[in-house]
């Protein structure tokens, strides 16, 4: 099933979201749900939140990437109660973003370019490993979605300023994108 995707404006986009357990009901379906969506969206990332659920769930698909970064081939995973345990900020990376929640937006975003994260993976096994590259920036995206945040809250001022009408044309609705979405 495809699922709406919530747009800038959502109050679910501004909540922490909060770890789930083993009895989360029906967590498979809605895993594969929501790699449906994301794939259906053309998104690499997908989080919870940005489908209504106020939970700590992502999804990560790199397979697009794999012509330039073979290592991606076939990198489809799912992320339960991930949490980024550590940043290393002795290198920073400045790269265009955008959000499947604010379409037609891309900014540039300075993140660190090395993460440690904690999650659990589908099968509920324990991860405790140190993320780079792509998928290191692409997480820092995703779980930022758990803490309330989108990728505009990152952006210079100036560019903030630039781009002031967009995020309004947002939140009033006005706007198009070729996937199923949710409006305030
Ligand atoms: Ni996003």
């Not at 073979?70 to 790269?95: G, Q, R």
């Amino acid at each position: 099933m495809i699922y709406p995707i919530f747009t800038y404006g959502q109050p679910v986009l501004r909540q922490v979201a909060q770890d789930i357990d083993k009895d989360y009901p029906e967590l498979d379906k809605l895993i594969d749900d929501m790699f449906e969506t994301m794939y259906n969206s053309q998104g690499v990332g997908l989080a919870a939140p940005q489908i209504g659920l106020p939970i700590r769930l992502v999804v990560i698909t790199l397979d697009c990437l794999s012509e330039d970064y073979p290592e991606y081939k076939d990198f489809n995973e799912a992320y339960i109660n991930p949490h980024i345990v550590e940043f290393d900020e002795s290198e920073t990376k400045l790269m265009d973003e955008g959000c499947l929640s604010l379409p037609g937006i891309n900014e540039p975003v300075r993140r660190p370019t090395r993460i440690r994260v904690k999650y659990l993976d589908r099968q509920w096994q324990e991860h405790d490993e140190w993320v780079e590259g792509y998928l290191a920036r692409v997480m820092q995206h995703e779980f930022d979605h758990l803490e309330g945040k989108v990728f505009t809250d990152r952006i210079s001022p100036l560019r903030k300023q630039l781009i002031k009408k967009k995020l309004s044309c947002l939140l009033s609705g006005k706007f198009s994108c070729s996937y199923k979405i949710k409006r305030k």
